[in-house]
């Protein structure tokens, strides 16, 4: 179970608040290519060379690690880590609903150890 389909079914979150913090969660992400430029694997000029391969491909628009591995500039391995550190870098769903003023940081703490509860079961 996911934390967003926890805090729902606990009825401490509305739908709609979920889905806009997890929107915003989403739009904050670091773009792959910007950080794989920042971590050393690509230059700017492999970066540009990608994107504009990307943009080419409507219907794979979001798919830039796939397009950089056919392309021979970045592995698989490389690929993963990126999106792992992607999601790392993400800021966490708690502290959206508590900086959105949707959930109070003290009740966030207990629902977190609730649900680290269930999820250990």
Known sequence: ???????????????????????????NKMPMGQMAVQKGLL?????????????????DANDF??????????????VNELVESQTTTNELLGNLLVGKGILPREKLVQVLRDFNSVCAK
């Not at 967003?4 to 915003?24: I, M, P, T, W, Y």
């Not at 230059?43 to 219907?59: A, G, H, M, P």
């Not at 397009?67 to 391995?77: Q, R």
């Open 65 to 78: 690690g796939r397009i950089a591995m056919e392309m021979g500039m970045l592995n698989e391995t490389q």
């Open 1 to 27: 179970m996911l934390f967003g389909e926890f805090l729902l079914n606990q009825g401490l979150v509305k739908e709609d608040d979920l889905v806009s913090a997890l929107d915003e969660q989403q739009q």
């Open 43 to 59: 230059d700017s000029k492999d970066l540009f060379k990608v994107l504009t391969e990307q943009r080419k491909r409507l219907r």
